[in-house]
């Protein structure tokens, strides 16, 4: 079996193959951008008639992930305080819970992530938060929710009303 090299393609020729693609892109990307703005789907974009931010002399390679944790307001904190505020936000993250099943696995989950970052070489300040009782922590939800029921206004009993089909005339 003769094996025979490919044939050398010709550069000039891959040149003129790509350039024939980039123009039948353009052939085709123009017509769809045309026609999304004659639709509006360009409308309301973020920036819309505003000056493009100059970059000047001091330009952040990082500019986007920036902006990205402005505008989706992301928190980026190290796992001692970004677990000091959870903790100073457990009770009322668990007064939104509905049943108790959610509020054991709320204070579990909570005290996994602190035993995990007590187990972790320590990034950013010291840890001080220490793992809740998960019996005491629950027992002290109940108390909260019976004490939000006995404070909060009776429901008033719904009017009773007739169906329309049976009032008299």
Do not use: C
């Amino acid at each position: 079996m003769d094996e025979q090299p490919e044939p050398t393609a010709d550069p000039r020729a891959e040149k003129a193959a790509a350039r024939a693609r980039i123009e039948q892109q353009q052939t085709w990307v123009d017509p769809q951008r045309r026609q999304a703005m004659e639709r509006g789907e360009f409308d309301d974009l973020p920036g819309a008639g505003k000056p493009i931010p100059d970059l000047g002399a001091t330009h952040d390679p990082d500019w986007w992930v920036k902006r990205l944790v402005e505008r989706e307001r992301i928190t980026v904190l190290p796992a001692a305080l970004q677990l000091r505020k959870d903790e100073a936000e457990l009770e009322a993250a668990l007064d939104r819970l509905g049943s108790e099943r959610e509020a054991r696995a709320f204070v579990e989950d909570f005290n996994a992530r602190v035993i995990r970052a007590r187990y972790t070489p320590v990034d950013g300040p010291p840890l001080i938060t220490m793992p809740r009782d998960v019996e005491e922590t629950i027992a002290a939800w109940h108390e909260r929710r019976a004490a939000r029921r006995l404070a909060a206004p009776p429901r008033p009993e719904p009017e009773h009303r007739r169906r329309w089909w049976r009032r008299r005339r």
